[in-house]
């Protein structure tokens, strides 16, 4: 099955610094990579996604960029500012394996 | 629009004893899905269940299970309760049983086993 592997596990960065996490997977059929931002007490949330027929979306301060060839997908977030701070998960999903594999995660903190 | 509705919050079980947690997905989503999130094995995938059908399982014994009602909502249960199944229980909803549809993620219920 589907192994995805995240890193950091732990970020610090000040106000107004980028922030980079990156993931890896291992199922070459992935095609679909979502990012999702946990705040404390409550459910993951989606914040952007991405397919394997796009190697770079952006929303505002929030961009993913995907490498199929090289399995795998970063997550880049510039201005940070404090309400940034949470933890975020990568994972991916494929027609095959319908379900979300997700990574262990990585806690932000933006330091104001 | 009201979100994924997940009941209840909390619960306090004692080994060996059974449960059943609620979900109630956005109206209109008629796809379900179960996670398990916990702090050594991450989030992990249950079960998907649409049109009452389980569609998908993920690799958990038995003793997890769950269904899905005419009105998509959706029940899981765990019997026989092990100190192992305190977790937060995460339950998604999708307009759509597609793998590439956003999914979209209830407050979770906190079950602790003693």
């Not at chain 1, 990579?33 to 007490?41: A, D, I, M, R």
């Not at chain 1, 997550?75 to 991916?92: K, M, R, W």
């Not at chain 2, 947690?21 to 649409?50: A, D, K």
Request: proline share 4%; charged share 20%; with cysteine.
């Amino acid at each position: 099955g589907e192994n995805v592997e995240q890193h950091p596990s732990t970020l610090s960065v000040q106000e107004g610094d980028s922030a980079v996490i990156k993931c890896t997977y291992s199922d070459s059929a992935s095609n679909y990579f979502p990012w999702y931002k946990q705040e404390l007490g409550k459910g993951p949330q989606l914040i952007i996604d991405i397919r394997s027929n796009v190697g770079e979306k952006k929303d505002q301060r929030i961009a993913v960029t995907l490498n199929k060839t090289a399995k795998h997908f970063s997550l880049h977030i510039t201005e940070t500012q404090p309400e940034d701070s949470a933890v975020y998960f990568c994972a991916a999903s494929s027609g095959s394996a319908r379900q979300l594999t997700f990574g262990s995660g990585t806690q932000l903190t933006v330091l104001p | 629009k009201a979100g994924v509705t997940q009941t209840p919050r909390y619960l306090i079980k004692t080994r060996g004893q059974q449960v059943t947690l609620s979900c109630s997905p956005i109206s209109g989503h008629r796809s379900v899905s179960w996670y398990q999130q916990t702090p050594g094995q991450g989030l992990q995938f249950l079960f998907e269940y649409f049109s009452e059908t389980q569609r998908n399982k993920g690799n958990f014994p038995g003793r997890f299970s769950g269904r899905q009602f005419s009105n998509s909502r959706s029940e899981m249960n765990v019997s026989t309760l092990e100190l192992g199944d305190s977790a937060l229980y995460l339950c998604a909803s999708s307009s759509v049983p597609r793998y590439d549809t956003e999914a979209f993620f209830g407050q979770g219920t906190r079950l602790t086993v003693v």
